[in-house]
């Protein structure tokens, strides 16, 4: 038996961002459940251990209109994922799903569904929100002080854990000859009293086959971390190069030893995209020529706006950066998004030193500052990559982001996954009837193990 | 309208009777499976029925005397959305119409849920509307004490089918333009919020989820009274009434009398009227498919259907029909095909048949009852029948946004 550590794979469906070309001829509909259903196939196809997907709540806006220079629309996260639970037999399916806008007894009851229908392979991204704008889509609006964010999130999976938890294992008995469908004494009514939540009653749905949806995390703040420390059992990150991905790790580590948990408890799965080349010149050029389809023209130009925080759209791109300085009083003209400069004066001074120094046009600088978390080569490369990573434990694998939709992992499943499988740290099928914790590696669940440290 | 009766077939749990889970066999285990809902609706699918119904509730189950869950009947579900998901890529033509509650939920993802089921069925998705009156379920969510009369809940419930229509109508068609040369992937002037400021609730923006095949599934909603006929000439397209159901009072036939009767009664007439009357007093100018709930046990003889239910309710230790909503039928294929044929003379659009057995009675629905209507001439034959959306096969009239440009709006080709 190899004494490697084995390689885990989540694939990414491709997202309402830049990342994804879809003016590429093979682009197809980012809504029809064909595409879905081959990203998903081919995914199982490639033996990943689980299937990712974002969610929506409101249309990205800039200045004040909604951003159309991206992918737009997509399908709501629990019901999409019902679907492809009818058309795949053993790949997990990981949901983004919010702790803000949703009630926990629903969420914990779409999960258990999601977790019977599919045999035990369903996951939960667990993600927080606390502003307006999302806000005024839903009952309560803007309702949640940013501080209280991880107060609610880290509230809400332990109430949604003692509902999965209420019905025992053997509660649904069908013993027809006595005319009792379930044992009583075997339903927990939850009573729950906490800052965020009062929930009282018996859930509806039976205990589920994992029991617990696999908890995912991706927050990188100081509170995102701790929380996936106490109740994750992935984290989706965002650090993809080698020292800070291992740097990230440790932290975790350290994280989790203060909550009695071990690393073997927590996968790390950093999020990059992958492309790929017959030489490393080859997947250089590929690589090229996709960045300049994910930065068009109006994309450069939208990118300038978020950090000058004012209307460039008569600025040519393929001139030098705009003169005018950014306007930091004005409220932010983008929304929706995460936004990624702290400090909009210094970033714009340093781009323009960048761009001065290495001749660069405007297009040609937001192409290189926006540029992270890639790999580029040749297929062995890559594989080796992946490994390499894995074996000095900066990650226990990958979230494979791809270009296109939903045509842009098959190369990767083609190409890489044969290498992986070849180096003997990649599985070459699924276990039977594995659970989405079991094809993962992981060792039981968070409250188990909980009660075992208390 | 559609010229031939609609069938639509309720499922829940084991069936509608109480007792029916200890006469379903394995399947009595499998409730909360894909395996066996998949079995259930694919049978449907094949024979022809126009939909399936889910039902769904945020309560555990039913109680007992002692105000307990009971746990003589089946208890614990899964959500009727995701199942109707589940099971649509396993199917071709029948409509999936989950039950969605607006009582405690959220409009913006009620709304996209069902316009994802029309994706993913390819315009087969439909809407049971319900309301959630009980203290139970508010105990459960924890956000309002519960106890909300029935004004309350229905006017909430107004303002969600609103609001869940604006989002649906959203997304313009042509929305989505994937211009390259100017490097917009959509015109967002063909994309609107829904502005909705309710007593309610309140949704700002637009749907997440670009228009779906039929733009806005069909509405079913129960009109049992007078209120929830009003309501259904609000916000549904197709109205579902129980006529004749006895409810704790006593049992009747749904066009009157005892069982099936090949009259026109007025237990029929009157249930159609209320929902007519309604529609009237709404000045809406649109005459709705109106189903005829029955709740059925179908036998090989009307004797043979009749001790069966007898020995449902012996196990049950009470009449199923006594409290039923919609009258219970223990009857035979012949007796429904000449009371669907009785509806239908009386103005009813078709049946929506609770079998009080699954599968035993959802299979007699599809591999008898079916057959006979057709050889009745009161349906087409499956292979003869063309595959449409489901507003289509209920005889709704396609849905246009009321967004939509008006012909004087677009560009007249020279």
Redesign the interface.
């Known amino acids: 038996m190899s004494t490697k550590r084995q390689v885990h794979l989540a694939a990414h469906f491709p997202g309402v961002n830049n990342t994804t070309v879809w003016s590429d001829d093979r682009a197809e509909s980012q809504i029809a459940f064909s595409s879905f259903e081959h990203f998903a196939r081919n995914a199982e196809r490639g033996c990943f251990d689980f299937l990712f997907l974002a969610e929506g709540l409101r249309l990205r806006e800039q200045k004040g209109r909604i951003h159309d220079l991206d992918v737009v629309g997509r399908p709501n996260t629990l019901a999409i994922l019902a679907a492809l639970a009818g058309v795949t037999s053993h790949i997990g399916l990981v949901g983004t799903l919010q702790t803000t806008f949703n009630e926990p007894v629903e969420l914990a009851e779409q999960l258990a569904t999601l977790d019977h229908l599919t045999d035990g392979r369903a996951g939960w991204n667990v993600v927080t929100s606390s502003d307006a704008f999302h806000g005024a889509n839903f009952r309560r609006g803007g309702f949640l002080d940013h501080a209280d964010r991880y107060t609610r999130a880290d509230e809400f999976v332990t109430l949604a854990r003692e509902l999965w938890d209420s019905w025992a294992p053997d509660a649904v008995v069908a013993d027809a000859a006595g005319g009792v469908f379930a044992d009583r004494s075997r339903i927990r009514d939850v009573d729950h009293h906490g800052p965020q939540f009062d929930v009282r009653g018996t859930f509806p749905v039976p205990r589920s086959p994992q029991r617990h949806p696999v908890v995912v995390q991706a927050g990188d703040s100081d509170e995102g971390r701790d929380l996936a420390a106490r109740q994750a059992e992935v984290v989706f990150s965002l650090h993809t190069e080698f020292d800070d991905a291992r740097a990230f790790r440790a932290d975790l580590t350290e994280r989790l030893a203060r909550v009695g948990r071990s690393e073997d408890e927590l996968l790390v799965l950093p999020g990059a995209t992958f492309v790929l080349g017959d030489t490393a010149a080859d997947a250089e050029e590929r690589s090229r020529a996709i960045r300049r389809a994910q930065v068009s023209p109006a994309t450069a130009i939208a990118f300038l706006e978020q950090v000058w925080n004012r209307d460039l759209s008569g600025h040519d791109v393929d001139g030098p950066l705009p003169d005018v300085e950014p306007d930091v009083d004005a409220e932010t003209i983008t929304r929706g998004r995460v936004r990624h400069v702290r400090d909009p004066r210094a970033t714009v001074q340093a781009w323009r030193d960048r761009a001065d120094a290495e001749h660069l046009s405007t297009r040609d600088l937001v192409i290189a500052v926006s540029t992270r978390g890639g790999f580029v080569g040749t297929p062995s490369h890559i594989a080796s990559e992946i490994d390499r990573y894995v074996q000095e434990r900066a990650s226990d694998g990958f979230v494979v982001v791809p270009h296109t939709n939903p045509y842009g992992l098959d190369e990767f499943v083609d190409r890489v996954v044969p290498l992986l499988q070849e180096r003997g740290v990649y599985r070459q099928a699924y276990d039977d009837g594995a659970t989405l914790r079991s094809t993962l590696g992981l060792p039981g669940h968070v409250l188990d193990r909980q009660e075992v440290s208390a | 309208m559609s010229t031939r009766p609609v069938l639509v077939t309720a499922l829940q749990g084991a069936g509608w009777h109480p007792?029916a889970?200890?006469?379903a066999g394995p399947a009595?285990?499998r409730l909360?499976?894909?395996r066996h809902w998949?079995d259930v609706v694919v049978e449907q699918d094949r024979a022809g029925t126009d939909a399936v119904t889910l039902e769904d509730?945020?309560?555990?189950g039913p109680l007992n005397q002692e105000g307990?869950?009971d746990?003589?009947?089946?208890?614990?579900?899964?959500?009727a959305?995701?199942?109707a998901?589940?099971?649509?890529?396993?199917t071709r033509a029948v409509g999936l119409v989950p039950t969605v509650s607006v009582t405690?939920?959220?409009?913006?993802?009620v709304a996209?849920?069902l316009?994802?089921?029309d994706?993913?069925s390819?315009g087969r998705a439909g809407w049971r509307i319900q309301v959630s009156p009980t203290a139970?379920e508010a105990?459960?969510?924890?956000?309002r004490p519960g106890g909300d009369d029935a004004a309350t809940l229905f006017a909430e419930a107004r303002e969600v089918a609103e609001v869940v229509s604006r989002l649906w109508d959203s997304?313009d068609d042509d929305a989505?333009i994937?211009d390259?040369a100017?490097?917009?992937?959509?015109?967002?002037d063909r994309?609107h919020g829904a502005a909705f400021v309710g007593e309610h609730?309140?949704?700002?923006?637009?749907s997440?989820?670009?228009r779906s095949p039929q733009g806005r599934p069909p509405v079913f909603a129960l009109a049992h009274r007078a209120d929830a006929a009003a309501f259904a000439a609000d916000a549904a397209d197709v109205v579902l009434v129980t006529p004749g159901g006895a409810g704790p009072s006593g049992s009747a036939g749904p066009t009157g009398g005892p069982g099936p009767s090949h009259g026109a009664g007025l237990e029929a007439r009157g249930a159609l009227a209320l929902v007519r009357d309604a529609e009237q007093a709404a000045g809406s100018d649109v005459r709705r498919p109106v189903l005829a709930d029955l709740a059925v046990l179908i036998g090989a003889s009307a004797s043979e259907a009749a001790d069966a239910l007898a020995a449902l309710d012996a196990?049950a230790g009470s009449s199923y029909a006594e409290a039923s909503d919609a009258p219970v039928l223990a009857t035979t294929v012949p007796e429904l095909v000449s009371l669907v044929g009785d509806l239908a003379s009386l103005g009813y659009a078709g049946v929506r048949l609770r079998p009080l057995r699954i599968p035993e009675d959802s299979t007699a629905v599809a591999r008898r009852l079916v057959p006979a209507l057709v050889a009745a001439g009161l349906r087409a034959d499956v292979a003869s029948r063309p595959t449409a959306d489901l507003r289509t096969r209920l005889g709704v009239a396609p849905a246009v946004s009321r967004y939509a440009r008006t012909t004087a709006d677009q560009e007249i080709p020279a």
């Open positions: 007792a889970w200890r006469v009595a285990r909360t499976s894909l998949r509730s945020f309560t555990a307990d869950l746990t003589r009947t089946v208890v614990g579900r899964l959500d959305l995701l199942v998901s589940a099971v649509a890529p396993a405690h939920t959220e409009p913006f993802h996209t849920g316009q994802t089921l994706h993913v390819a139970r105990a459960l969510f924890g956000r997304w989505i994937r390259v100017t490097g917009r992937f959509i015109d967002r994309i609730v309140s949704v700002h923006g637009a997440i989820v670009p196990a």
